[in-house]
């Protein structure tokens, strides 16, 4: 039997999966509260709905991109209360990066009224989520995943079954740590390179080649920083509320983070002169392109 899915959340990445998705023969349903967002993805053909809980109804796997956890939250409850799982057993794909903490007690709820969620953060931005090419860290039920797989398929390229609920947002939130804190020090790296003399783009050359290197050397700085576009589609909110609940979690884990503590500094908007709106690949100007108010 074919399976519907549903989309909410179509933003910088949720547009780009339910495109995705409905280009690979998925019959898409999918909502935003932006009426822009809902206009612009029905004329990809795909089915805008009225409410979040309208797609929840009509959806067997609903695939989750809001920006907060609370927003997530908002939407489960919303959908319990309009009675949007009458309609039969749903599984959720929840790939908004959230809190672990969130992601067990939305799973527990949900499992208790027969339903399914896996947190499932992704990673590969609009161009992954674009092209079906996403990396996904998969928390929760083995059962939940394999039947969810034909989705997952479709819009990750890798998909880790990382542990129970909680371990895919665990992984996320560890992983853009280390995203935030790498595009500071290659910044860095970058500016003194080029004041010694070394231009940048030989620096990466060689870096790229060498023990300096990672995703934001090899890919970002390359496709971004050298043109001075600066712009990857992520935005300096999104990667301020990653440190913000990668900090949060540290705390609760017990766990010190000095070096991830000052580095949430910098991107702090009066040190980074960034606001949430700007892509966080402005940090990286080095030209000097960026007029800030
Ligand atoms: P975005 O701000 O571009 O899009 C979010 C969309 O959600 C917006 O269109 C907004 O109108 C909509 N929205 C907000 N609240 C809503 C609600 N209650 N109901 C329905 N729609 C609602 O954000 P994004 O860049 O697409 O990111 C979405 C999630 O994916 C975030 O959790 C982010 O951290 C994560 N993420 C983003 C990237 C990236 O490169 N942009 C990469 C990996 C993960």
Redesign the pocket.
């Known amino acids: 039997m074919a399976l519907n899915v549903g989309v ?8 780009g999966m339910a495109r995705t998705l409905s280009g690979k023969g998925f019959a898409v349903s999918a ?4 009426e822009t ?1 809902r206009a612009q993805i029905a004329e990809h053909g795909i089915a805008a709905r009225d409410s ?1 809980a309208d797609v929840i109804a009509v959806a067997d796997i609903i695939v989750l ?4 956890a609370r ?1 997530v939250q ?2 489960i409850d919303a959908a319990f209360d309009a009675n949007a799982f009458d309609t039969g057993r749903k599984i959720f794909i929840d ?4 809190e672990a903490s969130v992601s067990r007690q939305l799973a527990a709820r949900l499992q208790q009224a027969g339903h399914g969620f896996l947190d499932a ?6 161009q992954g989520a674009a092209s079906g090419s996403l990396s996904t860290m998969i928390g929760g039920e083995e059962e939940f995943v394999s039947t969810a797989r034909p989705v997952l398929d479709a819009i990750a390229a890798k998909i880790i079954h990382v542990g129970p609920s909680g371990a895919g947002n665990i992984a ?1 939130l560890v992983n853009n740590m280390l995203v935030a804190c790498h595009m500071l020090t290659t910044t860095e790296a970058m500016r003194l390179s080029e004041a010694a003399g070394l231009p940048a783009e030989d620096a990466l050359r060689v870096i790229n080649s060498a023990t300096g290197r990672s995703a934001i050397s090899e890919v970002h700085f390359p496709t971004w920083v050298l043109d001075n576009s600066l712009n ?4 300096a909110g ?1 990667m301020r ?2 440190m913000k609940l990668a900090l949060e979690l540290a705390q609760e884990a017990g766990c010190t983070l000095p070096v991830a503590e000052l580095a949430a500094r910098l991107w702090a908007p009066e040190q980074s002169g960034l606001k949430d709106s700007d892509d966080f690949m402005q940090i990286a100007d080095l030209r000097g392109k960026v007029e800030h108010d």
């Open positions: 909410i959340g179509l933003g910088a990445m949720g547009a909502y935003d509260l932006a967002a979040a991109s809001l920006p907060l927003h908002e939407t790939t908004s990066t959230s953060p992704v990673s590969g931005g609009p996320k990857s589609g992520f935005s999104l509320k990653d």
